[in-house]
């Protein structure tokens, strides 16, 4: 399939999904990396691999299971630990809209 | 402190013998690294283990170093990004906890780059750790911290590193020591700060082949915690092949050893890395192994494939960092997604924000077929490629590096794509989860002989390894 153009909005609408707020000098310094990374790796459409299977990890992983029986799991104190923002046990985030 | 100049091994038979007042040697032992840390910047965070006072066998207080992507109970863990600062975890890793159960101290958190994003641990948020062979040189990256402290440090100790696309053979090989990266899976990551899943490896730096089986030994093998991990586990100690044998059995340890040289790994290199390379494998030869040149052609599409993937993943991997649960707090103002995009601006550095940028981008909807799907048939290929190779050899060896430890202001010169492409000898093993190692040419020489063995086959690099030790 095409390949689309690094342009400075296509680094933007990527910065807005990822969370990350760029300055304009940023802006273009990434999308002049990201053109020159992205031809450099150029040379993999060369490669006709439709028929290769992905490998997802490097060696083969299965679903491990264990017994369905409770364990101790982290405290609600130690949990919040970390946090500066919690109230009544609870994390506090800012608000949602 | 000369007195505390001794080898792991040493310590490990003087305090069995209870000629080590613990005490006293962790004094010695913080002066030093206190004097060690402030010339190279080489730990994050330094452990008071001067109140021990229960020592238990068989490691009886040996020092490890953990890098700063591996949870310690207790102790600051930030991967060497300021996003994590302040974060303090309750838990141990498990590698961590195997080696404390088995009687290790943990002396304190490695320097690194930033969630293992660069080569050269320039991208750290807390200072450059300086190569110990040169200040003026880079100590390699992303282990840079572990691989240095491994080489300024004459007490007994041992690091734990991590690779994801050669963080641990790059800094071995620039600071001349050891490291071991093992095959996908051998260790638990449960506890690690992740940077891309499919590819991390937990593995040891050490001065000697024995320090690195050794610790290997102890951290590898099944953990529920751990989707990934697998259950294959040896006593590595076993393949380490022990001196002072007399010439003429030396001169067969490595008799019906075949090494496969892949041509690919020997073009674009400095050319003393080239020539001393060389010498190494002639001198295996020497001791019984016969060599072959070989081409691994697909290996020249790593470097692109590993960038798709590693960034992919770590793009995920860092959306959780938002300045809530802990690290870094801000203010709570403006709406989630205002309060998340300033504290992850604030906390990240440029190469975080370019890595994050490129895996967003390469898994949008549209495109992650044309990138991240195609690279994970890279891998396949990369994977099928050496196991051919492996059907016939025993071990591929190149250098670790194309190019001896650069200078910070020549590093500074680097575009991205000329810095990603550092790693085109060591990201192929990596993206295929094969076992390396990597071994100093010379003593104190920042050169590095990569071995890389087939899955699981961990025992064969160790038993190499420490053959080559002695006839260097």
């Known amino acids: 399939m095409p390949k689309p153009k690094i342009t400075p909005e296509v680094v933007k609408r990527v910065a807005k999904i990822a969370r990350l707020e760029l300055t304009s000098k940023e802006i273009k310094k990434f999308q002049k990396d990201l053109s020159e990374i992205l031809t450099a790796f150029k040379e993999l459409d060369k490669l006709n691999i439709n028929k290769v299977e992905p490998s997802f990890h490097p060696m083969p992983v299965r679903d491990i299971f264990r017994e369905d029986v409770p364990e101790v799991c982290l405290s609600q104190d130690k949990a919040l630990s970390n946090t500066k923002h919690k109230e009544k046990g609870y994390f506090k985030g800012p608000r949602v809209v | ?472």
Not at chain 2, 84 to 99: K, N, Q, W
């Open chain 2, 1 to 472: 402190m000369a007195k505390y100049t001794m080898s792991v091994k040493e310590f490990l038979e003087e305090s069995k013998k209870g000629n080590i007042n613990f005490l006293d040697f962790a004094s010695a032992l913080l002066e030093e690294v206190e004097r060690i840390n402030k010339r190279f910047q080489l730990l994050r965070e330094i452990c008071d283990i001067r109140d021990r006072l229960y020592l238990r066998p068989p490691l009886n207080g040996l020092p490890i170093s953990v890098k700063d992507c591996i949870c310690v109970k207790g102790v600051q863990s930030c991967a060497g990004s300021k996003i994590l600062e302040g974060y303090i975890p309750p838990f141990d890793a498990t590698c961590v906890h195997r080696v404390k159960d088995q009687g290790a101290t943990i002396l304190g958190k490695t320097n690194q780059d930033e969630f293992g994003f660069g080569t050269f641990s320039t991208n750290s948020g807390y200072g450059i750790p300086k190569n110990p062979l040169d200040p003026l040189r880079s100590a390699g990256g992303s282990s840079g911290g572990a691989a240095g402290l491994v080489a300024a440090l004459d007490f007994p100790h041992v690091a734990l590193g991590e690779s994801t696309g050669g963080s641990i053979s790059a800094p071995a090989a620039f600071c001349g020591v050891v490291g071991i990266t093992p095959t996908y899976g051998l260790v638990s990551r449960y506890g690690q700060i992740d940077y891309a899943n499919s590819l991390d490896k937990i593995g040891v730096i050490g001065k000697t082949v024995n320090d690195c089986a050794l610790i290997l030994s102890i951290i590898a093998g099944k953990d529920e915690k751990d989707q990934t991990s697998i259950g294959e586990k040896k006593d590595y100690n076993k393949s380490i092949v022990t001196g002072s044998r007399s010439d003429q059995a030396r001169a067969t340890d490595l008799k019906g050893v075949k090494i496969a040289i892949p041509k690919e790994y020997f073009q674009n290199l400095d050319k003393e890395i080239e020539k001393e390379v060389w010498n190494a494998i002639k001198k295996m030869e020497c001791n019984g192994a016969t060599y072959e040149k070989i081409s691994l052609k697909n290996t020249k599409y790593g470097v692109a494939a590993y960038y798709i993937i590693a960034t992919a993943e770590a793009s995920t991997n860092l959306a959780k960092y938002c300045g809530m649960r802990y690290g870094l707090h801000g203010k709570l103002e403006g709406n989630f997604n205002e309060y998340f995009s300033s504290v992850r601006t604030i906390g990240l550095t440029e190469e975080a924000k370019r890595r994050i940028i490129l895996g967003t981008f390469t898994r949008m909807a549209g495109y992650r077929d044309a990138y991240y799907l195609k690279e994970m048939k890279v891998r396949t290929l990369i994977i099928q490629e050496h196991k051919k190779v492996f059907k016939n050899f025993d071990i591929i060896a190149s250098p670790s590096m194309p190019i001896q430890p650069p200078k910070f202001k020549d590093i500074e010169k680097l575009k991205p794509v000329e810095h990603y492409q550092m790693d085109f000898l060591t990201i192929p093993p990596n993206l295929a989860g094969l076992p390396h190692l990597s071994i100093p040419v010379a003593n104190k020489t920042p050169i590095g002989l990569h071995l890389t063995a087939d899955h699981l086959e961990e025992d064969k690099l160790f038993k190499i390894g420490s053959v080559f030790e002695k006839i260097r």
